[in-house]
């Protein structure tokens, strides 16, 4: 069963050539004063990030609405940003696409993106898969690597597009090649289980230890670091056997970021002896925050047989109990069940 595929916003940064010294405020607004585009969204920014200028969100989205009523593409891009969070101005959906579509038009890839995203979620526009795709392939064709990314898992889930994995793949190596964390990361994926490409655990595990290489604050660090202890954990992946000194390395890392299917397979790990002792109470320890940090995102894990019966053999039944406990819990999203599982403690 394959996953969901998530998509990204593209974000708001301070662009390459604003000098924020605070001496040189007074020229900026001088400028910016006068009518000049590029000085007004060079002030919000300053007016943003409280570099050269008192922090203001307020202030700085008033320059940055004069610069887009003159057509600067940033700043229109970036208004639209602040209407989707509600920074500096009141949130409003509608407004931020509106503003994402100006920029849009004029071939500004965040924007092309972030008015894709707004399509795909029917976030300030009606739902339209479609249109989605053709703003996140008008940026993807620009480069750029988060529409690359989006695009990628349109073709993936086949939302807009007949579901096509080797045309997910394409994108995802794309943007992976730009060293994109989330793309090296679903594009491990697909190589780990050989869809749109040629099954290569060998090439999934370097995709999932450049993500891993990228620190513990990239967004695809706790999914790499599952990825690759579930790998070491089962042995089941062509080329790879069994290394339960890996696995629990991978998975305590996965662990440390939170992720609920790192804290899974050590339970796993806890209940078996899997490279570790048998012990109930680190077992439940890591069901219950398993439990706490499920969300829908990992829903697909419910559409497929539990893999604790593939693993967990000799374990007394009790360990068996508090994972069908667990399984409830994860299944209702029930407060209740989740205290039941916490009262085995």
């Given amino acids: 069963m394959k996953k969901t595929l998530l998509l990204v916003l593209a974000l708001a940064v301070i662009p390459v050539g604003v000098d924020a010294q605070a001496s040189d405020l007074e020229e900026t607004r001088a400028r910016a004063e006068q009518g000049n585009a590029r000085a007004q969204y060079t002030l919000g920014f300053m007016y943003a990030t409280g570099e050269g200028a008192p922090e203001d969100l307020a202030e700085a989205t008033r320059w940055w609405r004069l610069a887009a009523e003159q057509g600067n593409a940033r700043a229109q891009y970036t208004l639209g940003f602040m209407y ?14 509106r503003w994402y579509r100006l920029a849009a ?27 989605a795709v053709r703003w996140y392939r008008l940026a993807a064709e620009r480069g750029y ?27 995802y190596r794309l943007a992976a090649e730009q060293g994109y964390g989330r793309a090296q ?5 697909m190589y780990l289980d050989g869809d749109g490409a040629d099954q290569d655990t060998f090439e999934a595990v370097r995709l999932f230890e450049s993500v891993v290489a990228l620190g513990p604050n990239e967004v695809g660090f706790g999914n790499a670091a599952t990825s ?8 089941k992946y062509p080329g790879i056997s069994r290394n339960t000194e890996e696995a ?20 796993m790990m806890y209940a078996e002896g899997i490279g570790v002792e048998r012990d109930y109470s ?8 398993s439990a706490e940090v499920f969300t829908d995102s990992f829903s697909w894990v419910l559409e497929q047989p539990d893999e604790w019966k ?7 039944r009790c360990f068996s109990e508090a994972r069908e406990m667990y399984r409830r819990a994860i299944q209702t999203g029930d407060g209740y069940q989740l205290n039941e599982l916490r009262s085995l403690r």
């Fill in 105 to 131: 038009e004029q071939g500004h890839a965040p924007a092309q993106t972030n008015l894709g995203f707004m399509y795909s979620n029917g976030r300030g526009v009606s739902e339209d898969d479609v249109e």
């Fill in 145 to 171: 690597e988060r529409a690359q990314f989006n695009l990628g898992a349109m073709y993936g889930n086949g939302h807009g597009v007949p579901q096509d994995y080797a045309e997910a793949v394409r994108w």
């Fill in 228 to 235: 690759l202890g579930w790998i070491y954990l089962t042995g």
């Fill in 185 to 189: 990361n679903n594009l491990g994926n």
């Fill in 248 to 267: 629990l390395r991978w998975n305590l890392l996965g662990a440390d970021a939170g992720h609920t299917n790192a804290l899974s397979n050590l339970a």
């Fill in 282 to 289: 680190i077992m439940l320890g890591y069901l219950i925050r």
């Fill in 84 to 97: 989707v969070g509600g920074q500096g101005v009141p949130e409003d959906l509608a407004e931020a696409v």
């Fill in 310 to 316: 593939n693993y967990v053999i000799s374990a007394p």
